[in-house]
């Protein structure tokens, strides 16, 4: 699952791929269209890991520090941790964890690096949390790149949904396998779509103000807002683009950057990576034909919800409040982890699958998402109780379970801003 090339966002070329000259050769649409499919190449792997944003905040009332400060500290805490720190545009931190063979595994790993994370930060003045205020201000632009300058360029005309997916929302994304063979891998991608919205609705962290229609997760209102040409669910013909779509919806998504020499990325608008396959220079004159470079990078522009890379990418979810992150990794793990759980939640979740905007904006007050989320806790807790190694991650679903999804309620609903910082303890 999350191997080397898992932690950049351009892994490298195969070795046949260097062997036969392919990086530097200019694409044709039926190569391209074959590199995209060989992200779903069926692999025996069997791990899980994630990607943790969350939000820096001075402690007490004293002034934030400098961005450098937080940059500093993390360059410092890198080598006492497994897993790599990185920053997002607004300057949030992100923390990836390596890829763990079992969830009890990942939960010990991760939970030791963000305790060593909130105190590297105390010393500081800093404290991480995984929610914003609802009435702050939106944050400045930290990271100044030819890419994130494109990047904030291109989705101007869908602002302020731009300008808040980049500076001020947390994720949690979780990345698991694709599967053993080519059946497992379309299922368990359908799947990852079809429990979304009640997922979403169950872990909803990112609460918008009254004044803005109470959202239960802003995160997703924000994501829900943008070019729908690159975002959410990929659609071919109208329909849900399984494996077999996803190349040809990725190639026909529009160019939102070119590396240059300089510091303008931004592509010209209206041009699809297809576009420039076929007519090179005509429609890009400040480029050659397009490499496979080009198109590596062109899928990094890509957002839906789940994200092919070799392993899938889930990308609907908030970050959970404090440590209770495993929660939702351990309901996608077990889920997908054998044919009975991947057929049971298939079936909680029938005739909620589309309700992604019902549950970014009412959460669990849907009734359809309250019940299909009640049930996909109970399986997971079922699921993994029965796992060797599992039984104190189903009791963190548990308590989870009884905090919030049992009485109708996300984090959103009812949790206080102390509960979203990053403390020693685990819940």
Request: proline letters at 7%; charged letters at 25%.
């Amino acid at each position: 699952m999350m191997t080397d090339a898992m932690k950049t966002e351009q892994g490298p070329a195969t070795n046949d791929e260097r062997t036969l000259g392919v990086e530097d050769s200019a694409l044709t649409v039926a190569s391209a269209l074959g590199h995209i499919d060989r992200l779903f190449t069926p692999t025996h792997a069997h791990t899980v890991g994630v990607e943790i944003e969350m939000f820096l905040q001075p402690e007490g009332v004293r002034e934030p520090p400098a961005f450098g400060v937080a940059a500093a500290v993390s360059h410092e805490l890198q080598d006492h941790l497994s897993g790599r720190l990185t920053f997002e545009p607004g300057g949030q931190i992100e923390l990836s964890s390596n890829p763990a063979a079992d969830l009890q595994s990942l939960a010990d790993e991760v939970d030791c690096d963000l305790r060593r994370l909130a105190h590297g930060l105390g010393r500081v003045g800093l404290q991480a949390t995984t929610r914003r205020d609802t009435d702050a201000p939106l944050p400045d632009r930290v990271l100044h790149n030819p890419r994130y300058d494109a990047m904030e360029r291109y989705f101007l005309p869908w602002n302020p949904y731009g300008l808040e997916m980049m500076r001020a929302t947390a994720a949690l994304q979780v990345n698991v396998d694709v599967g053993a063979t080519a059946s497992e891998v379309a299922d368990r991608w359908t799947l990852l779509y079809a429990i979304g919205p009640a997922l979403v609705a169950a872990f909803g962290n990112s609460p918008s103000a009254a004044r803005e229609g109470g959202w239960k997760s802003r995160r997703l209102r924000s994501w829900l807002g943008l070019d729908p040409a690159r975002t959410a669910t990929p659609t071919l013909d109208g329909r849900h683009a399984g494996p077999a779509g996803y190349a040809q919806w990725a190639l026909d998504a529009p160019l939102m950057l070119t590396q240059m020499d300089g510091h303008d990325w931004l592509a010209p608008r209206d041009v699809s990576f297809r576009d420039w396959i076929l007519r090179g220079t005509e429609v890009v004159d400040r480029r050659c034909p397009a490499r496979l470079a080009d198109l590596d990078l062109h899928l990094t522009t890509l957002f839906p919800f789940v994200r092919p890379k070799g392993y899938f990418e889930v990308r609907y979810l908030d970050m959970p409040p404090g440590h209770w992150w495993i929660v939702p990794t351990a309901v996608i793990h077990a889920v997908i982890s054998g044919p009975r759980a991947a057929d049971a939640a298939r079936a909680i979740c029938e005739g909620t699958e589309d309700l992604w905007r019902s549950a970014a904006h009412y959460g669990l007050q849907d009734r359809r998402l309250r019940r299909a989320a009640e049930e996909l806790l109970e399986l997971s807790i079922e699921n993994l109780q029965e796992t060797p190694g599992a039984r104190r991650v189903a009791a963190r679903i548990d308590r989870y379970r009884e905090r919030w999804t049992s009485r109708g309620l996300s984090p959103a609903d009812l949790c206080g801003a102390s509960e979203n910082w990053l403390f020693p303890q685990q819940p």
